[in-house]
């Protein structure tokens, strides 16, 4: 009896080694509306008050009663979008494929922790949702790892949703095609990149792919519009690449010393990136110059700038939470807990600058104009 | 070395003797696991540059990758599971050896005295007690870190490329730029992902199903025949139905890649146990266990 009970003790500790060796595959999802925020961290989506700091719901999937050998666990790591109709689409990253939207606002006490009811979903994507949706005039487009983007009506009112369109980004016979950014618009035309080494443009009256460029590099982060009218977008070649919106004809900009991961973040002529290599650089379009040097606040930065006022704040993955001058002089604005890692972009709402946190005590931490927590959220 | 005419040493129970080879075997073993727990993402880093060399070698199919990789982790260990089998088999052969069996039931009673007899026993035969052990226990560290590595090799997910990225640069070996994104479809499955497929609208897990079944036929076709009263026999039947529940449950959860690991490595190992004589194909009949 006593060689069974160690027997099965012996299996139950291999698998939960086995369960344990790989660790977080994904970094946590920010957003922000109104007052409130909201965090996709690990298997939940939680809407904090960003007045009381209170947590007014949380999201977890449908639980989708029984399903044989269903048992992947949910991932929320895309950041919720929320629409002008007030519903906040929230994406599922598990092999589900989930899309949701709930209502924010009518939210109910299931179980002691308030749900919000969803609205409508939809399921028909084949890949990964990585990518958090854009909507344009009452169409919402959301970028699957499947190559394809999926083109929902948002006033058809029905609650499972079927994609109206359905736009192939990726070559035909590709199948490594990958959609991990969110797109952007000029009006007329979609700008999306593509992990396998693109970018593209899609007509948005006839939903056709009006150019795609293929490049060197895969293409993580996704496009931004420069002052100057371009488009730029920086990939794993350690490049910065510029775009006419109109024709796709491109040319590198810059060189950079490490991968770009994080979109480039524009404010007037000038354009904010890092690359993983853990350097920030300013750029000016206008001059096609850099305005000062890269700098190298500590760690490798997969995340965006955030422009705030005068400085520029950068996540870094050693936890830390850089201030840059307009001259590129750096300073130590925040330091997470140790061994926490900062990989998500900072948001700023309300006059607070919310950081999300992988491998902390806490999710999320709320900083005021200098830096300092005000509060932090650890999931409760 | 005793000396009866000293009443000290001639009351002291005789202390085993030590083989100086095998105790060197196992202190190395040890020193090996150590090393390899200590250094843990070194090995994952190792195995994922491996893993990312075939992938390129065979035109960047990930699932032969796989396979392929499985195959050469076999062949490295071929040495380390054929001395595991000799170190089973005469464990095995043991139970049902005359003096083997005499001393149990001579001194059942005074467990020291037993232990000194089994010593002795062990090597007067030469068999190492932990022969079966130790070369399983020094796969374990190929083992976890495989499982990371094929998932950060895989990246389906932001932090598995920044992670493989790491473990490619650690290395230096490979454009890593040009690799990303990694072509994870095998037969139509993503790596990547837990497999499933819909059949009459139920989505069955086939890989982790084969998984199960192939550790089922893997751990039956291997067992030795049991004898009366054989403790290791019935352990050894227990985990043949725990390993296969256990790979099954973990296949389904994880990323199909490794599925296909464990598929080949249980195809593998059949193999090598029928190259070695030592498949007991009377295991998979019903009542095929007398021999």
Same mark, same amino acid.
Request: glycine fraction near 8%; charge should be neutral; include cysteine.
């Given at each position: 009896?006593?060689?069974?009970?160690?027997?099965?003790?012996?299996?139950?500790?291999?698998?939960?080694?086995?369960?344990g060796?790989?660790?977080?595959? @994904?970094?946590?999802?920010?957003?922000?509306? +109104?007052?409130?925020?909201?965090?996709?961290? =690990?298997?939940?989506?939680?809407a904090?008050?960003?007045?009381?700091?209170?947590?007014?719901?949380?999201?977890?999937?449908?639980?989708?009663?029984?399903?044989?050998?269903?048992?992947?666990?949910?991932?929320?790591?895309?950041?919720?979008? =929320?629409? =002008?109709?007030?519903?906040?689409?929230?994406?599922? %990253?598990?092999?589900?494929?989930?899309?949701?939207?709930?209502?924010?606002?009518?939210?109910?006490?299931?179980?002691?922790?308030?749900?919000?009811?969803? $609205?409508?979903?939809?399921?028909?994507?084949?890949?990964?949702?990585?990518?958090?949706p854009? /909507?344009?005039?009452?169409?919402?487009?959301?970028?699957?790892?499947?190559?394809?983007?999926?083109?929902?009506?948002?006033?058809?009112?029905?609650? /499972?949703?079927?994609?109206?369109?359905?736009? /192939?980004?990726?070559?035909?016979?590709?199948?490594?095609? $990958?959609?991990?950014?969110?797109?952007?618009?000029d009006? !007329?035309?979609?700008?999306?990149?593509?992990?396998?080494?693109?970018?593209?443009?899609?007509?948005?009256?006839?939903?056709?792919?009006?150019?795609?460029?293929?490049?060197? +590099?895969?293409?993580?982060?996704?496009?931004?519009?420069?002052?100057?009218?371009?488009?730029?977008?920086?990939?794993?070649?350690?490049?910065?690449?510029r775009?006419?919106p109109?024709?796709? %004809?491109?040319?590198?900009?810059?060189?950079?010393?490490?991968?770009?991961?994080?979109?480039?973040?524009?404010?007037?002529?000038?354009?904010?990136?890092?690359?993983?290599? +853990?350097?920030?650089y300013?750029?000016?379009?206008? !001059?096609?110059?850099?305005?000062?040097?890269?700098?190298?606040?500590? @760690?490798?930065?997969?995340?965006?700038?955030?422009?705030?006022?005068?400085?520029?704040?950068?996540?870094?993955?050693?936890?830390?939470?850089?201030?840059?001058?307009?001259?590129?002089?750096?300073?130590?604005?925040?330091?997470?807990?140790?061994?926490?890692?900062?990989?998500?972009t900072?948001?700023?709402?309300?006059?607070?600058?919310?950081?999300?946190?992988?491998?902390?005590?806490?999710?999320?931490?709320?900083?005021?104009?200098?830096?300092? %927590?005000?509060?932090?959220?650890?999931?409760? | 070395?005793?000396?009866?005419?000293?009443?000290?040493?001639?009351?002291?129970?005789?202390l085993p003797?030590?083989?100086?080879?095998?105790?060197?075997?196992?202190?190395?073993?040890?020193?090996?696991?150590?090393?390899?727990?200590?250094?843990?993402?070194?090995?994952?880093?190792?195995?994922?540059? &491996?893993?990312?060399?075939?992938?390129?070698?065979?035109?960047?199919?990930?699932?032969?990758?796989?396979?392929?990789?499985?195959?050469? *982790?076999?062949?490295a260990?071929?040495?380390?599971?054929?001395?595991?089998?000799?170190?089973?088999?005469?464990?095995?052969?043991?139970?049902?050896?005359?003096?083997?069996?005499?001393?149990?039931?001579?001194y059942?009673?005074?467990?020291?005295k037993?232990?000194?007899?089994?010593?002795?026993?062990?090597?007067?035969?030469?068999?190492?007690?932990?022969?079966?052990?130790?070369?399983?226990? #020094?796969?374990?560290?190929?083992?976890?870190?495989?499982?990371?590595?094929?998932?950060?090799?895989?990246?389906?997910?932001?932090?598995? &490329?920044?992670?493989?990225?790491?473990?490619?640069?650690?290395?230096?070996?490979?454009?890593?730029?040009?690799? #990303?994104?990694?072509?994870?479809?095998?037969?139509?499955?993503?790596?990547?992902?837990?497999? $499933?497929?819909?059949?009459f609208?139920?989505?069955?897990?086939?890989? @982790?199903?084969?998984?199960?079944?192939?550790?089922? *036929?893997?751990t039956?076709?291997?067992?030795p025949?049991?004898?009366?009263?054989?403790?290791?026999?019935?352990?050894?039947?227990?985990?043949?139905?725990y390993?296969?529940?256990?790979?099954?449950?973990?296949?389904?959860?994880?990323?199909?890649?490794?599925?296909?690991?464990?598929? &080949?490595?249980?195809?593998?190992?059949?193999?090598?146990?029928?190259?070695?004589?030592?498949?007991?194909?009377?295991?998979?009949?019903?009542?095929?266990?007398?021999?």
């Amino acid at each position: 009896m006593q060689k069974k009970k160690s027997i099965i003790l012996f299996v139950l500790l291999f698998a939960l080694v086995l369960s344990g060796c790989t660790g977080a595959v @994904a970094w946590p999802g920010l957003s922000t509306s +109104g007052d409130v925020a909201y965090l996709a961290h =690990t298997s939940t989506v939680y809407a904090v008050d960003l007045k009381t700091h209170n947590l007014l719901w949380s999201f977890s999937g449908e639980k989708a009663g029984f399903t044989l050998f269903n048992t992947n666990p949910d991932m929320f790591i895309v950041p919720p979008v =929320t629409m =002008t109709d007030g519903l906040v689409v929230i994406a599922n %990253a598990n092999n589900r494929h989930m899309l949701y939207a709930v209502d924010p606002k009518n939210f109910s006490a299931i179980d002691k922790a308030p749900t919000p009811a969803v $609205r409508w979903k939809f399921n028909q994507a084949k890949g990964l949702w990585i990518a958090p949706p854009l /909507e344009i005039d009452g169409l919402l487009f959301a970028p699957n790892s499947d190559g394809k983007i999926y083109v929902l009506d948002l006033n058809d009112g029905m609650p /499972e949703k079927q994609a109206v369109r359905t736009i /192939e980004v990726s070559q035909p016979g590709k199948n490594e095609s $990958r959609l991990w950014a969110q797109p952007i618009t000029d009006g !007329e035309r979609l700008f999306i990149t593509s992990l396998d080494k693109a970018v593209a443009a899609v007509d948005l009256s006839t939903y056709e792919v009006l150019w795609r460029v293929d490049l060197n +590099g895969a293409v993580p982060g996704g496009v931004a519009l420069g002052g100057d009218g371009a488009l730029y977008a920086g990939s794993l070649a350690k490049k910065l690449e510029r775009f006419d919106p109109l024709t796709g %004809a491109h040319q590198t900009a810059l060189e950079t010393k490490g991968w770009i991961w994080g979109t480039p973040v524009a404010d007037g002529d000038n354009l904010y990136f890092a690359d993983v290599d +853990g350097y920030v650089y300013s750029y000016n379009t206008a !001059e096609q110059r850099l305005n000062w040097e890269p700098v190298r606040p500590d @760690a490798s930065i997969t995340a965006s700038p955030l422009v705030v006022g005068d400085q520029i704040l950068i996540a870094t993955e050693s936890g830390g939470i850089y201030s840059i001058s307009a001259d590129g002089k750096v300073s130590l604005w925040f330091q997470g807990k140790e061994k926490s890692k900062a990989y998500t972009t900072p948001v700023f709402a309300e006059g607070l600058t919310l950081v999300a946190y992988l491998d902390s005590d806490y999710y999320l931490v709320a900083l005021d104009q200098n830096g300092k %927590a005000v509060w932090t959220f650890s999931g409760k | 070395m005793k000396n009866p005419s000293n009443p000290t040493q001639a009351q002291r129970p005789e202390l085993p003797q030590v083989n100086p080879r095998e105790t060197l075997k196992t202190l190395a073993v040890i020193a090996v696991l150590v090393l390899a727990f200590m250094n843990f993402s070194s090995v994952i880093d190792l195995l994922v540059n &491996i893993l990312i060399l075939i992938y390129q070698f065979v035109g960047h199919n990930f699932g032969i990758a796989i396979i392929l990789l499985t195959a050469l *982790i076999r062949l490295a260990t071929w040495p380390l599971n054929a001395q595991q089998m000799k170190g089973a088999k005469a464990m095995q052969d043991l139970q049902t050896d005359k003096e083997w069996m005499a001393i149990q039931k001579k001194y059942a009673k005074d467990r020291e005295k037993l232990a000194q007899e089994q010593m002795r026993i062990y090597r007067e035969r030469g068999i190492n007690v932990f022969g079966s052990c130790l070369p399983m226990l #020094i796969q374990f560290p190929i083992l976890f870190a495989l499982i990371p590595a094929i998932t950060y090799a895989i990246g389906s997910y932001p932090l598995s &490329i920044l992670k493989l990225s790491k473990s490619l640069a650690a290395f230096g070996l490979q454009d890593v730029a040009a690799l #990303i994104p990694l072509n994870s479809k095998f037969l139509g499955i993503d790596m990547g992902l837990p497999e $499933r497929t819909l059949i009459f609208g139920v989505s069955v897990p086939i890989l @982790a199903l084969i998984v199960g079944l192939t550790t089922f *036929i893997q751990t039956k076709l291997t067992m030795p025949p049991a004898n009366p009263g054989d403790q290791s026999a019935a352990t050894g039947k227990m985990m043949g139905y725990y390993m296969p529940i256990m790979l099954f449950m973990f296949s389904i959860n994880y990323a199909s890649g490794l599925s296909v690991y464990f598929v &080949i490595s249980n195809v593998l190992s059949i193999v090598q146990y029928a190259m070695m004589g030592k498949v007991n194909w009377r295991n998979l009949l019903p009542g095929g266990k007398k021999t």
